[in-house]
């Protein structure tokens, strides 16, 4: 069974661009989770999708981050524009039931905006 | 609020011993369950054990095991017979069962360099 995936695993762009991370959960897995952890800082939940809803996106830092799931299947977060603070490593999670050892974590997306 | 404090930025520890890493929670609710996740340079986040705050036995797995003391509100995690493998960012991590969805806490994490 393949894991959790993220595309793509590096990323540099320079402030004012836009950027687009993609997770692929693993298949049959309602929920899926974003998470990121700057640099120096803890990592930092960012929001939570059961199937193509939003269950909670209190994490999410600002209005720049938008963060889709497509039929409930793969998510999408994109930054518009890209500042310097959000250089950092995003990870995605997902898990299919309330079991929160079931919590399975993608290698991540390394962000820096330069 | 929840929060998880890791205190230990970067430790040393030598092949074939044990160590420990410390975990410290905060949380108002009763029922939690507490996590530590280890992170190897190739980026990924590994699950290694998990204690439910009512589990009334400390938590094992293989060479993990998890100083559960809740009147402490500590967690803290020891590897036995440490292996040049384990040399990687550890993370404790927290979840609350008050709230729907089953977002987790995390610490600062801990550095562990496994020296032979």
């Known amino acids: 069974e393949a894991g959790v995936t993220q595309f793509p695993s590096h990323s540099v762009i320079e402030k004012g661009q836009t950027v687009t991370l993609r997770c692929d959960p693993i298949?049959?897995?309602?929920?899926l989770y974003w998470y990121r952890r700057v640099m120096g800082k803890e990592i930092k939940f960012l929001l939570h999708f059961v199937k193509e809803s939003k269950q909670d996106e209190s994490g999410m830092p600002n209005n720049r981050f938008l963060a889709e799931r497509t039929g409930g299947t793969y998510s999408t977060l994109k930054v518009q524009p890209a500042e310097l603070e959000d250089s950092g490593v995003y990870f995605c999670?997902?898990?299919?039931?309330?079991?929160?050892?079931?919590?399975?974590f993608g290698p991540g997306t390394r962000l820096t905006v330069t | 609020a929840q929060k998880i404090t890791q205190t230990q930025p970067g430790m040393f520890v030598q092949e074939k011993e044990a160590v420990t890493l410390d975990c410290t929670y905060d949380t108002s609710d009763p029922s939690y369950g507490l996590f530590w996740y280890k992170q190897p340079s190739s980026g990924e986040m590994i699950f290694l054990i998990y204690q439910g705050s009512y589990d009334q036995q400390n938590a094992t797995e293989g060479r993990y095991s998890l100083n559960f003391q809740k009147a402490r509100k500590s967690a803290n995690l020891v590897i036995s017979a440490s292996q040049l493998g384990d040399s990687a960012m550890y993370f404790c991590?927290?979840?609350?069962?008050?709230?729907?969805?089953?977002?987790?806490?995390f610490g600062g994490g801990t550095r562990v360099l496994v020296k032979p």
């Open positions: 999670a997902s898990s299919q039931g309330r079991l929160p050892y079931e919590q399975y």
């Open positions: 991590a927290m979840i609350t069962f008050k709230a729907a969805g089953n977002k987790l806490t």
């Open positions: 298949s049959g897995h309602d929920n």
